[in-house]
């Protein structure tokens, strides 16, 4: 997330939550997608939270309709090539 990191704020733009004990709908996550990206990060938006998964959307196109993706539930979820490009 460094690169992220603007020259005039000297810190990442986003506020994440990393504890899926906490997760609740609206929740700014650190999304990955393994199966292509390795561990390169994505930014995403908590739409539900479940006992098992959340469902979440990709964060950073206003306005844009966004695909629904599932991701487990842990500190930066996992979410499948297929509903990530899907």
């Avoid at 939270?49 to 629904?68: K, M, R, S, W």
């Amino acid at each position: 997330m460094k690169d992220m990191v603007t020259p005039d704020e000297g810190q990442c733009p986003f506020e994440f939550n990393f504890d899926p004990d906490t997760f609740t709908v609206g929740d700014i996550v650190s999304y990955r997608v393994p199966e292509r990206f390795d561990d390169m990060p994505f930014v995403g938006r908590l739409v539900a939270v479940e006992a098992d998964h959340v469902l979440l959307v990709h964060d950073g196109l206003p306005g844009v309709e966004q695909n629904i993706m599932r991701g487990t539930r842990e500190s930066r979820p996992v979410v499948s090539a297929a509903d990530a490009l899907g």
